[in-house]
């Protein structure tokens, strides 16, 4: 069971076709929508400010959002959150993507179909144009984005989309093998791609 939280008489909201680890962690006024996937040891925690994550969104291990009482932290439609990373008070647009480690302040504005990279700081009240690289401590806008590395960035958010419907599907608690099989299967994927490869990889 996923664990939930009310608090102060507001509880969380979950879309049916969202996932949410079981390990992850939503308190209060949060709101996740559909196709969305939060990923182990994630921290929604709503007990100040509105939590808001969009459709087809994904907010990846041990990620953490939080604001300020009175402010909404969003991600926009198809933003990708990488591992790790903190938002608080603050938005991302639609098809951007935080990459590792990074930090988001409050009311700073990440444009749509943007990359910070990782282990970047976003100070407070930082607006970043709409397809915009972002790099550094405290970051700052490096140049536009090309259409491949946007295309790069979306197929895979498309691949957590997909995650989310096997996650679903597929995902269950069990024990672990004491024993290698003859014949392992690997992780097939409906849109493969080698993400790994793209210089820009940051989530």
């Known amino acids: 069971m996923v664990k939930v939280y009310e608090i102060n008489g507001v509880t969380p909201v979950v879309h049916p076709t969202a996932y949410v680890h079981p390990s992850a962690v939503l308190i209060g006024d949060v709101i996740v929508g559909p196709r969305c996937y939060i990923g182990p040891l994630a921290s929604l925690r709503g007990d100040f400010g509105r939590l808001i994550l969009e ?39 639609r098809n951007a993507l935080v990459g590792m480690n990074s930090v988001v302040m ?52 498309a691949q957590y989309q997909e995650l989310a419907v096997r996650s679903m599907r597929t995902m269950r608690e069990t024990e672990a093998l004491t024993e290698l099989p003859a014949e392992r299967p690997r992780m097939e994927w409906d849109s493969a791609l080698p993400l790994h490869l793209h210089k820009n990889a940051s989530a």
């Open 55 to 93: 459709e087809g969104a994904n907010l990846q291990d041990t990620c953490v959002m939080h604001g300020f009482p009175g402010a909404d932290t969003v991600v926009e439609q198809d933003g990708h959150i990488g591992h790790g990373a903190v938002l608080h008070g603050c938005r991302i647009g």
């Open 106 to 157: 409050d009311n700073a504005v990440i444009g749509a179909e943007s990359i910070v990279a990782a282990m970047s700081f976003v100070k407070a009240g930082m607006e970043v144009p709409q397809r915009s690289l972002v790099v550094g401590s405290p970051a700052k806008v490096a140049r536009a984005l090309r259409d491949d590395e946007i295309q790069w960035k979306s197929a895979g958010t």
